[in-house]
């Protein structure tokens, strides 16, 4: 991404914002690319949970870096903007840690919890009468 793409970047968003088709292709390759990330993280070795979090969070970085780059001033380079929304993601997914007072977030206690997922004591599930697989 150099800032002379930048015009044809900004073409390809208004094309996108009125196609549908297109959004849900870009939807797709999104996934593609995320399963590929999630695919090259686990062949070193880390584990899924991990490589599924890492290409997400690769993936989440790339779309914020884009949208400031768009907004930015025209001879900007690209690399900066990954960088700080990389940063910013650590940075947010850090409060989010289990001392985080998130206002609109209300952490569930573990007994609700497991009365709500239908777990007996042992840890045996059971399903809850009136609530489909999902418990919703």
Not at 8 to 22: F, M
Not at 52 to 67: D, W
Not at 106 to 128: F, H, I, K, Q, T
């Amino acid at each position: 991404m150099t800032p002379h793409r930048r015009a044809a970047a900004a073409r390809r968003v208004l094309v996108l914002a009125a196609n549908s088709e297109l959004q849900e292709r870009g939807l797709l390759k999104h996934a593609r690319i995320a399963t590929s990330i999630t695919a090259a993280l686990r062949e070193r070795r880390t584990d899924e949970l991990t490589a599924r979090l890492g290409a997400e969070m690769g993936m989440l970085a790339f779309s914020v870096a884009f949208g400031r780059w768009m907004k930015a001033n025209d001879d900007e380079p690209f690399s900066p903007f990954t960088a700080a929304a990389l940063s910013d993601l650590q940075v947010r997914t850090a409060e989010l840690g289990p001392r985080s007072r998130l206002p609109a977030c209300r952490l569930v206690s573990e007994a609700a919890a497991v009365r709500w997922l239908g777990l007996d004591r042992e840890g045996d599930p059971r399903r809850r009468a009136g609530r489909g697989a999902g418990g919703w």
